[in-house]
């Protein structure tokens, strides 16, 4: 059963979880930041869009950040910082009266927050768990963020609704509760004993560290397709089908209800395959979901297609950070979860620019072609990569390094 799972982490996990789905349900501010910035802030489209492009990079910035604070200052610190820059950053926006080149100072800073977290999240949760109970953690993890955001952008349109000072309000004052409770429930240093640690080194540890970042940089093309759509959709239902917004709103529904659902009757099955054939596995279903969008686009095709490529970001979402943790040492599994969190923020930068450019000189069709071409390069790339068997680690002690408060 899944709740006695769950019971069974540790206990500082099981409060990262809820400190996530917090920080995710009180993400009001971001999804609807272009439309405040133009009808708050009096900034043109083309200003809001330049702006949020500019302060994105805070997202890369944070990504890299996040692996240098856990190292120095530990897991609680990074996430703990993260939240507080983000509601600081937020708190700018909304008080701040200025040129436009000062809210691209502090969506960046608020924005370097938002990246940090993740990494820094998925970075305790490898501290915190055994081998065995890292898919689960994963998978619970990833469910309690997607739950968040499904609640998040309902309850920040409703807020904006009433007062965009309420949306930056609420924003602030969760992203401070989710911090208040990482501080108190989760020890200020997480890392294992030394003794516990893989000692591999030398050209061996070399070559290992190299085959799982090519594993994490190649899983690019499985983030890519999740960050087209979320560019690409409302425009191709709103202007291509002339259908409703309210269709967005339902891809983005099913989305997590396929999460909730699936996420753990997936994970239970995951421990039974090799990494290779989850990868494959995974890119497959994004390939699939991608192929109806191309060959039946219509509102029945995108609904269908969200069911399918949702199974594969499932199980993406859940290998490649429980891979990362089981085969990096311990004092470097910091730095390879920022390069997990930099592809991702990479492939928001990059990823709306091109297919934006695309869709103005060649239309919609050739978008959903690359769109179905990324995931299939993936498997190509993952059928022949090198991907390591599951490493063999020492027993580790029960309970953690040290708990101070």
């Known amino acids: 059963m899944w709740v006695s799972r769950f019971r069974a982490l540790p206990?500082?996990?099981?409060?990262?979880?809820?400190?996530?789905?917090?920080?995710?349900?009180?993400?009001?501010?971001?999804?609807?930041?272009?439309?405040?910035?133009?009808?708050?802030?009096?900034?043109?489209?083309?200003?809001?869009?330049?702006?949020?492009?500019?302060?994105?990079?805070?997202?890369?910035?944070?990504?890299?950040l996040s692996a240098a604070v856990c190292a120095r200052a530990g897991r609680r610190a990074a996430l703990v910082s993260s939240l507080l820059l983000n509601a600081l950053g937020y708190l700018g926006l909304a008080v701040f009266d200025g040129p436009p080149w000062t809210y691209a100072v502090l969506l960046f800073v608020a924005l370097v927050g938002m990246g940090m977290f993740a990494p820094?999240?998925?970075?305790?949760?490898?501290?915190?768990?055994?081998?065995e109970q890292r898919p689960f953690a994963y998978t619970v993890s990833y469910i309690a963020n997607n739950l968040g955001m499904g609640v998040g952008p309902l309850l920040g349109g409703l807020a904006a609704?009433?007062?965009?000072?309420?949306?930056?309000?609420?924003?602030?004052l969760l992203g401070v509760l989710a911090a208040i409770t990482i501080r108190l429930c989760v020890p200020a240093d997480t890392r294992r004993p030394a003794a516990t640690a893989r000692t591999t080194g030398g050209r061996t540890g070399l070559r290992r560290d190299l085959?799982?970042?090519?594993?994490?940089?190649?899983?690019?093309?499985?983030?890519?397709?999740?960050?087209?759509?979320?560019?690409?959709?409302?425009l191709a239902v709103t202007g291509v089908l002339a259908s409703s917004v309210a269709v967005v709103g339902a891809v983005y529904?099913?989305?997590?209800?396929?999460?909730?659902?699936a996420g753990i009757l997936i994970e239970r099955r995951?421990?039974?395959?090799?990494?290779?054939?989850?990868?494959?596995?995974?890119?497959?279903?994004?390939?699939?979901?991608?192929?109806?969008?191309v060959f039946a686009f219509s509102l029945p095709a995108v609904l269908l297609s969200t069911v399918v490529w949702t199974l594969g970001e499932i199980i993406a979402s859940v290998v490649v950070p429980t891979y990362?943790?089981?085969?990096?040492?311990?004092?470097?599994?910091?730095?390879?979860?920022?390069?997990?969190?930099?592809?991702?923020?990479?492939?928001?930068?990059?990823?709306?620019?091109?297919?934006?450019?695309v869709w103005q000189t060649q239309g919609h069709q050739p978008v959903l072609y690359l769109l179905l071409l990324t995931p299939v390069v993936g498997v190509a790339a993952f059928a022949v990569l090198r991907v390591r068997p599951p490493t063999p680690t020492q027993p580790a002690p029960t309970e953690l390094a040290t708990t101070r408060p």
């Open 11 to 64: 206990r500082p996990l099981r409060m990262l979880v809820l400190a996530s789905f917090i920080n995710r349900a009180g993400m009001f501010v971001f999804p609807l930041l272009a439309v405040y910035l133009v009808q708050s802030r009096q900034l043109s489209v083309g200003e809001a869009g330049a702006l949020i492009s500019v302060g994105s990079t805070g997202l890369l910035a944070g990504s890299l």
């Open 120 to 131: 820094a999240a998925n970075t305790l949760i490898a501290d915190l768990t055994e081998p």
């Open 161 to 172: 609704a009433y007062s965009y000072h309420l949306m930056f309000a609420g924003n602030i």
């Open 211 to 234: 085959d799982v970042a090519v594993v994490v940089v190649v899983s690019f093309c499985y983030v890519a397709p999740l960050i087209g759509l979320e560019y690409t959709l409302p």
């Open 253 to 261: 529904t099913i989305n997590s209800l396929v999460v909730v659902a």
């Open 270 to 293: 995951i421990k039974a395959y090799q990494t290779r054939t989850l990868l494959i596995v995974a890119g497959l279903l994004w390939s699939a979901g991608m192929a109806i969008l």
């Open 324 to 357: 990362i943790a089981d085969h990096v040492e311990p004092d470097r599994v910091s730095a390879f979860m920022a390069l997990n969190g930099f592809v991702l923020s990479a492939a928001r930068l990059v990823v709306p620019m091109g297919l934006g450019l």
